[in-house]
């Protein structure tokens, strides 16, 4: 392989160990990555300063770089969440994502409904209507449905005026689009699922805090279950996977 950008070595090693093609306890050593990815040690080196920040790897002197159990990743970062949805644990992860969307989402919406801005609740059902067309049209797949329903939710956890809420954007956000881009949401969505949408921002709109987290946990048990579903990808061959 071609001298390249520590990304590729970066993008390859944490689809691997995301991926359990790496399990947790696996020794690597910079030699042997240097070699393996026909590329500098310096660009090694930054490649696992990154896979370091994520808590995937742990690099100690005369021991190696030692790949760590998933109780030490950062499951919440964008790039693992990306890296896990793309191996075969692919099921798991919408559950476990999905699980903690069930348990935060319906507390927005409540806090929603007490503390978002006239201009907050005012886009929160413009984004609802917007997916209700949209789905109803059937282009729950689309990339407008995948635009429109980020926005919803992104939007549902800021206007809950917690900036810890808040941060759950962005796994959120990676939730809806690896469902996307597998495939795995539906050009005609769920019934039910664009009524609560809407149901849950009228709400808002009206300061009902009851309604709001009702309708909010009844659109996501509904999610949940199509999630519950799907089928677990199959299990690639250690070292099987491309490098991007």
């Not at 991926?19 to 070699?35: H, I, K």
Request: no cysteine.
């Amino acid at each position: 392989m071609r001298e390249g950008s520590h990304s590729r070595v970066v993008q390859e090693l944490g689809r691997r160990i995301a991926g359990l093609t790496l399990p947790a306890g696996t020794v690597l050593t910079l030699a042997g990555l240097e070699e393996e990815f026909g590329t500098s040690r310096t660009v090694v080196r930054e490649a696992i300063r990154v896979l370091e920040t994520h808590g995937l790897v742990r690099s100690r002197r005369r021991v190696g770089i030692t790949v760590q159990p998933r109780t030490e990743w950062d499951s919440l970062n964008a790039s693992v969440i990306q890296w896990t949805l793309d191996g075969p644990r692919r099921r798991d992860q919408l559950i476990e994502l999905m699980d903690l969307r069930e348990a935060v989402e319906p507390v927005a919406a409540r806090l929603a409904a007490q503390r978002a801005t006239a201009e907050q609740r005012a886009e929160l059902l413009r984004s609802a209507t917007a997916l209700s067309d949209l789905g109803a049209a059937g282009l729950g797949d689309s990339d407008e449905y995948l635009a429109a329903d980020i926005a919803y939710h992104s939007l549902l956890l800021t206007a809950s005026g917690n900036a810890l809420l808040a941060q759950m954007a962005g796994p959120v956000t990676e939730i809806l689009r690896g469902r996307t881009s597998y495939g795995l949401t539906p050009s005609d969505p769920r019934p039910g699922t664009l009524e609560a949408h809407v149901a849950t921002a009228a709400a808002v709109v009206a300061g009902d805090v009851d309604v709001a987290e009702r309708e909010a946990r009844h659109h996501l048990a509904l999610v949940a279950d199509e999630v519950s579903a799907l089928q677990q990808p199959p299990t690639a061959a250690p070292g099987s996977i491309p490098i991007a």
